[in-house]
C-alpha cells in the first residue's frame, strides 16, 4: 500500500493555567497535528514547534512550509512508508527538527497500529509505568508558587521542576527547601544565564537540586562544560542537544551529566533512540522533556520514556495538568502517586477525538499524491 493523504492542522488550545518561563508567559499553545493516511488506519503525530522561536528557532510556520513543501513531497515522491526510510531521505534537508519529528512520529504510530502492537513494542521498551514529574512555572510572588506546588503534591506528584530565570532563583529555591526539605526538586532556566554569573549560579548547589537544566543558551556547550566544572550539582542540557552529534559533543565536553530527551527538538524518534543509546554506553542518564504537548505528542512522550536509561523522572504530567479538554479520551492521569501508566492498545494507544481536533483547528490543508 502507500500513503493515500496526509492531514496538517494547525491547533491552539488554551492552558488551564499559564505558563511563565524565562521567554515570558503564555495563556495558550499552538501546534501542528500530522495525519497520516494509509488503507484505513491513521498515524497520528504532533510538531511541538511553538508559534515564535523563542526556545528553538522553528515557529509553527516554518514547521508548516517545511513539512508542505519539503517533508510530505519527499513522503509522496519515494512512496515512503516506513519511518526508518523516512528518516533516511529527511536527512538531505538541514535543520528543521521539529517538523521532521512531527511527520516521523505519525508514521511511527501507523506503522505500530498496522502491526497491531504499542508503539515502545517496536523497539524494545522495558518499562509498564512512567515516573511522572511537573513542571511548574515563574507565578507573581513565592507565596503564589508555593501554593500550586502544594496542589501539585497534593495531587500525586512526587518530583518538580520549577523555572528560574535572574532574580528568580536562590531564594526561590531557599524557601521551597524550607517548606519542603526533601522534595525532589530541580530547576530549570532556558538559557537565561551568561557565564559572568557562575557564582550567583554555584549558590544553587546548596538545595540539594537533582539537576539545573539549561543555564546558558542554546550553543554554549563550552561554557557549560566550563560552569559543571565549578558545580557539585549535575547539569542537564535541553536546548543544545539538537541531535546524536551535540549530544555526543556535550559528553565528551563535560558540558552536562544529564541528558533532556525531546523527540521534537532532536528530529524524531530515531535520534532520540540513538542519544539514549549513547548516553547509556557512556554511563549518564537521560530522561524525557516536555512541550506542554496534547495528549497525542505525550503518548509518544510516554512510549519513548519506556526505555531503560530513562533514568529519573520527566516532565510527563496528567492531562488535566495542561489542558481542560485534552485532544484524547480516556485523558491521561496518574495511574498512582508518582507515576503514568503506558498506553498499552495499538500504535500510540489513546484515542484522539476528531471533534476536538476540528473545533480547536486553525487551519487545516489536505495533501495528496
Ligand atoms: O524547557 O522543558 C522546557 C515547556 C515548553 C518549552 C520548554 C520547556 C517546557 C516545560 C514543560 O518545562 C514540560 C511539560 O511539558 O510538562
Ligand atoms: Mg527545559
Known sequence: MAIERIELNLLRLPYVHFFETSFGRAYDRTFIIIRVY????VGYGECVAEEKPLYSGETT?????ITRDFLVPLVFSRGI????????AAR?????????AGLELALWDLKAKKQGLPLNRLWGGVREEIPAGVSVGIEDSVPELLARIENYLGQGYERIKIKIKPGWDVDVCQAIREKYPDLLLQADANGAYSIEQAEHLRKLDAFKLLMVEQPFPPYDLWD????QRKMTTPLCLDESIISFDSARAALE???CRIVNIKVGRVGGIIEARRIHDYCQR????????GMLESGIGR??????????NFKYPNDLSASARYYQEDLIEPPISLSRPGYIRVPEGPGLGVNPVEERIEKATVRKEVLKP
Open 38 to 41: 494509509e488503507d484505513g488506519v
Open 61 to 65: 510556520e516554518t514547521a508548516w512550509h
Open 81 to 88: 512508508i516506513e519511518p526508518e526510510d523516512y528518516y533516511e
Open 92 to 100: 538531505v534537508f538541514r535543520g528543521n527538527q521539529m517538523a521532521k
Open 224 to 227: 557549560h562544560s566550563q560552569l
Open 253 to 255: 565536553m563535560g558540558s
Open 282 to 289: 557512556y554511563g549518564v542518564g537521560v530522561w524525557c522533556g
Open 299 to 308: 503518548a509518544h512522550n510516554l512510549h519513548i520514556a519506556t526505555l531503560p
